[in-house]
């Protein structure tokens, strides 16, 4: 009789334990030896010598990949995430040491992704935060219990709201306003014009003459005839 065993699989991570004097890590690290392309702006998580480092755009040792935990001496859970070949990814939070939650930050590829919430010790949201690849782009708002303030980013830079120029427009009064106007202020022309408006209602009151045009071609005058004078005859006849 033939038995075949089943060769397990090469192991890819190991579970690790760092003690410290405040605090215990739960972490996996990689075991692969393959070569990783690595980013020279993002920061590595590894493990060497029973130590956990970070360096930007490099590592020393076996890189951070998948979940990590953090207790304080009372067992209470004070950072939980998860890392991606040594870069943090994900969902990360932190908790205050009464177990009230500190923070909510996403991640994606060891950078900053998506709206950030941090929170008081009493459990109230204090402050949001919208990050694109590391950077504040959008509206943060911070919290206190009177106001709440709005402040502008576009790519870590606040951004200054625009004060738009209003032209000044010249209040023009109609001609018979300011007519008004300068009659109330000199009372001498009062009398003046109040005598001008008198004669032109006398003229407006008197009857118009009409003339006979002459020159009317429907209604011609008829002109007078010359009268002949009789001829003188001769008295030598």
Same mark, same amino acid.
């Not at 932190?94 to 590829?109: A, Q």
């Not at 919430?117 to 694109?132: A, H, L, Q, W």
């Given at each position: 009789?033939?038995?075949?065993?089943?060769?397990?699989?090469?192991? !890819?991570?190991?579970?690790?334990?760092?003690? *410290?004097?405040?605090?215990?890590?739960?972490?996996?690290?990689?075991?692969?030896?393959?070569?990783?392309?690595?980013?020279?702006?993002?920061?590595?998580?590894?493990?060497?010598?029973?130590? #956990?480092? *970070?360096?930007?755009?490099?590592?020393?040792?076996?890189?951070?990949?998948?979940?990590?935990?953090?207790?304080?001496?009372?067992?209470?859970?004070?950072?939980?995430?998860?890392?991606?070949?040594?870069?943090?990814?994900?969902?990360?939070?932190?908790?205050?040491?009464?177990?009230?939650?500190?923070? #909510?930050?996403?991640?994606?590829?060891?950078?900053?992704?998506?709206?950030?919430?941090?929170?008081?010790?009493?459990?109230?949201?204090?402050?949001?935060?919208?990050?694109?690849?590391?950077?504040?782009?959008?509206?943060?708002?911070?919290?206190? &219990?009177?106001?709440?303030?709005?402040?502008?980013?576009?790519?870590?830079?606040?951004?200054? &709201?625009?004060?738009? !120029?209003?032209?000044?427009?010249?209040?023009?009064?109609?001609?018979?306003?300011?007519? !008004?106007?300068?009659?109330?202020?000199?009372?001498?022309?009062?009398?003046?014009?109040?005598?001008?408006?008198?004669?032109?209602?006398?003229?407006?009151?008197?009857?118009?003459? #009409?003339?006979?045009?002459?020159?009317? !071609?429907?209604?011609?005058?008829?002109k007078k005839k010359k009268e002949k004078k009789p001829k003188t005859q001769n008295t030598n006849e």
């Amino acid at each position: 009789m033939n038995v075949f065993a089943q060769i397990p699989s090469k192991l !890819k991570h190991s579970e690790i334990i760092v003690n *410290s004097k405040d605090s215990t890590i739960k972490a996996n690290i990689l075991l692969n030896k393959k070569k990783i392309h690595l980013h020279n702006n993002c920061i590595y998580y590894w493990y060497n010598s029973d130590k #956990i480092e *970070s360096n930007v755009g490099g590592y020393y040792g076996k890189l951070l990949d998948g979940s990590y935990v953090v207790f304080d001496k009372q067992r209470n859970l004070v950072t939980q995430g998860v890392f991606d070949k040594g870069l943090k990814n994900r969902q990360w939070k932190t908790w205050y040491p009464d177990g009230n939650l500190k923070s #909510i930050e996403k991640f994606k590829k060891g950078k900053k992704n998506g709206k950030a919430k941090y929170f008081s010790p009493d459990g109230k949201i204090i402050k949001m935060v919208p990050f694109k690849n590391d950077l504040k782009q959008g509206k943060m708002y911070t919290i206190t &219990p009177d106001t709440v303030m709005v402040v502008k980013f576009k790519r870590d830079q606040i951004v200054h &709201p625009k004060i738009k !120029k209003t032209k000044k427009v010249k209040e023009v009064e109609p001609e018979v306003n300011k007519e !008004k106007k300068e009659v109330n202020e000199n009372p001498d022309t009062k009398e003046k014009d109040k005598s001008s408006l008198k004669i032109k209602k006398k003229k407006t009151n008197q009857n118009p003459v #009409i003339e006979n045009n002459t020159n009317n !071609k429907e209604n011609p005058v008829p002109k007078k005839k010359k009268e002949k004078k009789p001829k003188t005859q001769n008295t030598n006849e």
